[in-house]
């Protein structure tokens, strides 16, 4: 098992009123990417002191956190399984989930629906499975990222991340009021109708101080990513020499860089942004790229 994790953090260079970091977890592993590392970490100590040695889990095609729970259930020598959504399709994602050895059976979205009856439909009599929620959603989960919070400076003044299922964000926040740091949340969910987040957040903390929701970021919806994006994400990347995915982090620091120019944060503010990794994602949008390159 990987069990010490920490990654750094990296000055943006940016001339403006405020200063920017990035909390580069997309360096922690390129396969089991940033935050679904955070996620899984204490789901598998659970799994492992349970005596269950095969994970089962949940995902769409280009789910990076399939991926992840493939390559760090081969590493922790678990077994792993996953019921992918949707039709039968072959994707980068996919081969590498199948060449950590994990096993995939696709399931209708009808089936999808319900994880725990795809789950019990195979599983129910097998004392090794463990079932894991799509995503690693989970008290967990939350547990893991809180940890984050204790890798910060002090003297942080707002943090932004992504938001998909708010498990990460959830984790943020409560490491802040375990803390009791001085410090802002700011979540920006990548899909449409993100309020939802809020109330995702609110189940796991008890309280939404310190929160703030951005759900003007989501680019048309989930996956949606505009030449607009695409383009910021060009120019990220060749100026600061830092690769986002189109899916999470592109929006996150377009985001960011907006709120900034908006006038939302004070003169030398000092603000992190967590780089959840997920770069894979890329290979999910490879026409969509070329066509802007
Ligand atoms: C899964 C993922 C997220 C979203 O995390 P949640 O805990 O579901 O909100 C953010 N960024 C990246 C790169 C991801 O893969």
């Known amino acids: 098992m990987i069990t010490d ?6 000055e943006l260079k940016y001339t403006g009123p405020v200063r920017l970091w990035v909390k580069r977890d997309d360096l922690i592993d390129p396969y089991i990417s940033g935050n679904k590392w955070r996620k899984l970490k204490y789901v598998m100590a659970r799994a492992i002191a349970l005596n ?12 990076n956190h399939l991926l992840a729970t493939a390559a760090a259930a081969a590493r922790s020598g678990l077994k792993a399984t996953a019921f992918v959504r949707g039709e039968v399709v072959e994707n980068e994602m996919l081969l590498l989930c199948r060449l950590y050895g994990m096993k995939l059976i696709f399931s209708s979205r009808e089936a999808y629906k319900n994880k725990r009856a795809l789950f019990d439909s195979i599983f129910k009599e097998d004392p090794n499975a463990y079932f894991i929620d799509e995503g690693g959603a989970s008290p967990e989960a939350v547990k893991g990222c809180a940890e984050i919070i204790n890798e910060l400076p002090p ?3 707002h943090l ?6 708010g498990t990460t964000a959830a984790g943020l926040l409560k490491g802040i009021q375990q803390q009791k740091r001085n410090l802002q949340l700011h979540v920006v969910p990548v899909l449409k109708g993100g309020d939802f987040i809020a109330g995702e957040i609110y189940n796991y903390t ?8 951005h759900t003007d970021y989501h680019f ?8 607009e ?8 990347t060749s100026e600061q020499g830092i ?10 620091f377009y985001a960011m860089y907006d709120l900034i120019k908006k006038g939302h944060f004070s003169e030398n503010s000092r603000i992190v942004a967590l780089h959840t990794g997920g770069l894979l994602g890329l290979l999910g949008k490879k026409e969509e790229l070329a066509r802007i390159l």
């Not at 994790?5 to 990296?10: E, G, M, V």
């Not at 919806?221 to 030449?227: E, L, M, N, S, V």
């Not at 690769?243 to 996150?252: H, I, M, S």
């Open 160 to 165: 932004f991340c992504a938001a998909g299922t």
């Open 243 to 252: 690769l986002l995915d189109p899916v999470y982090t592109a929006k996150l």
């Open 5 to 10: 994790i920490y990654s750094p953090l990296q």
């Open 220 to 227: 048309g919806g989930y996956a949606k990513t505009p030449p």
């Open 155 to 157: 003297d942080v003044d």
């Open 52 to 63: 269950k040695l095969h994970l089962v889990t949940f995902g769409g095609a280009y789910s």
């Open 229 to 236: 994006l695409l383009h910021f994400m060009r120019n990220f």
């Open 206 to 213: 008890r309280s939404v101080e310190q929160l703030h929701l």
